[in-house]
């Protein structure tokens, strides 16, 4: 069965304290995965898709990295702003467009 | 742009209710998606729209959820009697066909008592 897991459930920081957060996944086939950022109350924010093992993607502080099994979103001097809930989901290859989300990881980056 | 809506953002409702979820996709966005999180849960995919079909209604729990998806624009998702473990947030996304990205709305946080 597809599954997505997610380490540490939950990470304090303090600010510029730089960290990484771990997604594992163990798919059939992988044909993205997708990192997003929720806020309380929000809805999942878009942040970064990726499709093949070795890529990289940035974004201001941010930067998420892919293996064959798993990606990892590190975090750069991270500022209280940064503090949500990370969340990594997969889409099979296939017809499927589902994703397939892991729990998250609760972030909170203090002064 | 206006991004992905969803309408109510709250509901609270009894045990044998029926309770009506809204979402207006992004225009454009052939794609549209229902997922829930239930508490201490991950969000899981209930059912994927193309325009106005279903292409897929795998995650769909049981008999009482019935989602629509009006000439291909909004979509509803009706929950008919709800049941207490029906509670949680209901997530609506959307996408562009041949994109994977997909958009999500704000959520509609259900509670049944």
């Known amino acids: 069965e597809d599954q997505v897991t997610q380490s540490p459930e939950a990470l304090r920081l303090q600010e510029g304290e730089s960290s990484s957060l771990n997604c594992s996944y163990t798919v059939s086939g992988l044909r993205g995965l997708f990192w997003y950022r929720q806020d309380p109350g929000k809805g999942p924010e878009f942040l970064f898709t990726?499709?093949?093992a070795g890529e990289e993607k940035e974004k201001e502080r941010l930067k998420a990295t892919l293996t064959k099994k798993e990606s990892f979103l590190h975090i750069t001097a991270p500022k209280p702003e940064d503090s949500a809930t990370y969340l990594c989901?997969?889409?099979?290859?296939?017809?499927?467009?589902?994703?397939?989300f892991g729990t998250g990881t609760r972030l909170q980056v203090t002064l | 742009e206006a991004g992905v809506t969803q309408f109510p953002s709250h509901s609270v409702i009894e045990k044998g209710q029926t309770v009506t979820l809204r979402c207006d996709p992004i225009s454009g966005h052939d794609n549209l998606y229902w997922y829930r999180r239930v508490m201490g849960k991950e969000i899981k995919f209930l059912l994927h729209?193309?325009?106005?079909?279903?292409?897929?209604e795998s995650g769909m729990p049981n008999n009482r959820f019935l989602a629509e998806r009006t000439g291909g624009t909004y979509s509803t998702l009706k929950v008919q009697p709800a049941e207490l473990e029906d509670s949680g947030v209901y997530f609506c996304?959307?996408?562009?066909?041949?994109?994977?990205?997909?958009?999500f709305g704000p959520g509609t946080r259900l509670l049944v008592l």
């Open positions: 996304a959307s996408s562009f066909s041949g994109r994977e990205t997909q958009y």
């Open positions: 729209f193309v325009k106005e079909s279903k292409q897929d």
């Open positions: 990726l499709y093949s």
């Open positions: 989901a997969v889409r099979m290859t296939g017809t499927a467009s589902k994703l397939t």
